[in-house]
């Protein structure tokens, strides 16, 4: 009896995620017990991630970048997500309000956790996301976007900052809502086929 798992999502997490999430209880329920069945463990290890994750990019190579991810949404450096990091990612990815979407953003380009954001952690994510790019449409970009560093200098003018300076978060947000390009630069969304 000690080792069973429970079928059901504890009332203090459901009432949690309802919220910081715009999820019904009926869906969140529905997540849970599938999360159970895939993830037995209760928890998905950042190889069990990048399976899920590249399925969304079945013609590119979404490894660094799933990495990148898993890294932002492991809120508890304990380098597992648990159920409710997992649903408030699916959250902030899907459903999230542009702010809270570029909170998380910000979160993704901080690569070593400090706060802030330098060139260099820029240019590691804009080269994750550039794998992401099938080589057809990489093929179809502008000039100044057709390489991970051209992405990367061209999101960097957007900041106003010289290479050696860093972005706070809200610096970075603003920086972002004021511009469609660098909203655009910052992610990747597959062309519909």
Known sequence: MGNAKSSAVSKEILEDLKLSTRFTETEITQWYESFQK??????????????????????SNAQTYAQHVFRSFDTNDDGTLDFKEYI????????GKTARKLEWAFSLFDVDKNGYITKSE??????????????????????????????ANKLWTFFEKEDNERVAEGEFIKGVMDNEDALRLIQYEPANK
């Open 38 to 59: 895939s993830c037995p463990s209760g928890r998905i290890t950042p190889k069990e991630f990048e399976v899920i994750y590249s399925r969304f990019f079945p013609e």
């Open 88 to 95: 408030i990612a699916l959250h902030l990815t899907s459903t």
């Open 122 to 151: 820029v240019t590691e994510i804009c080269s994750a996301i550039f794998k992401l790019i099938p080589k057809d449409e990489q093929a179809e970009l502008p000039n100044d976007e057709n390489t991970p560093e051209k992405r």
